[in-house]
């Protein structure tokens, strides 16, 4: 059993709030971490894609009231979003008798269907949790580089071999698009948003061109932009917003998008192993993206990202603004003699920030001068997460 970053945090927020909603994509643990909650506290749990488990909340507000002293998880949630009107009284009859905590677990894909019923009928009753794949801080030290070539999904990571894991994950990409996707309500076929998935690993960690999309594809801007919420909704694609300060220069607007996790950027583009990906171009890009998704998911709840970049050509990879307003500036570089460019330091006159790190493949940790540190991925994210 791996242990998860998320756990002691869940349980302080179902201490706190009557509704949790644990998002993730399929596959990425929430089950095995909901079992985990269970241990040592009267639950039920009920997987809303049984028929057996469906037919109990024929009528939810009989089935649910009974179980008022139980923490009830419910599993793939976004499978029935008419239950959230009726979460919502129960809740509210619950504060009545001051039953305040505890009360629902609820574990979903990061439909729509979920965020947007949630947001609607359960505001101020509920707080939401994401649960990404494995991160730097939950596997072994040394394990740190398979966790890039092969990502963080549990089973993908945790295969006997490379090919078994390439299998895994294409098959992953295989039933999303093909059932997971489809379910949810979009009606986009496969091959075209497996397309549209793959340009995006091609281009990973590079500016959004929706134009350029859109002709690829042989579509309109605007579908072009559905197609892309559809995956940030889905927390499979992550659109990295650029900083807007207040410096007097003109400053890129697109995002930044890059498929969060490392190990379906490689299936997406054919490379099952560590000699296919230093052999492609997109082994900066995927080295960056896993340490921006490790960084983040370390992050404390409210820290916010983004990444800075003027027409001029200052730039930083990663600007985390911290609870308080603190600017972290860090730098990602591939190789294990770090150089920066003149952009970053441009970039650091305008901003100011507090701390400033590259992060590079290796261990080591030392100053490069001007205030700037070299360190490595796993060791600035534990030192992010003692910000929390």
Partial sequence: MISRQRTQLLRARLDQ?????????????????????????????????????????????LYLSG?????????????????FQTLRGLIDQGRRRNVRAGRFLLLGSASMDLLRQSGE??????????????????VESDAGETLWIRGGFPDSFLAASDDASA?????????YLERDIPQLGPRIPAETLRRFWTMLAHAQGGMLNAAQLAR????????????????????????LPPLHANVGKRLVKSPKV??????????????????????????GGSWEGFVLENLLAAAPERAKAYFYRTAAGAEIDLVLE????????????????????????HAREDLQPERCFIVYAGEDRYPKGEG????????????IAERK
């Fill in 216 to 239: 690829s594809l042989s579509v309109d801007g605007k579908t072009v932009a559905r197609y892309l919420d559809l995956l940030v909704d889905l927390l499979l694609v992550r659109r």
């Fill in 17 to 61: 709030f009557p509704a949790v909603a644990l998002l993730g994509p399929r596959q990425v643990g929430k089950t095995t971490l909901a079992e985990r909650i269970r241990e040592g506290r009267p639950s039920v749990y009920l997987d809303l894609e049984s028929a057996a488990d469906r037919e109990k909340l024929s009528d939810a507000a």
């Fill in 167 to 175: 299998v895994w994950r294409e098959n992953f990409i295989r039933t």
């Fill in 258 to 283: 890059y498929v969060r996790d490392s190990g379906i950027v490689h299936t997406l583009l054919g490379l099952d192993d560590r000699e296919a990906v230093l052999g492609h171009p997109v082994a």
């Fill in 121 to 138: 009928s359960l505001a101020g009753r509920i707080v939401y949790l994401e649960l990404g794949p494995l991160g730097v801080l939950e």
């Fill in 67 to 83: 179980h008022e002293d139980k923490l009830v998880i419910l599993d793939e949630v976004q499978r029935m979003p008419e239950l």
């Fill in 372 to 383: 700037i540190e070299v360190i490595g991925v796993e060791e600035l994210a534990s030192i």
């Fill in 322 to 345: 911290l609870p308080g307003g603190k600017l972290w500036a860090i730098e990602i570089k591939r190789g294990l003699a770090p150089k920066l460019e003149r952009g970053f330091h």
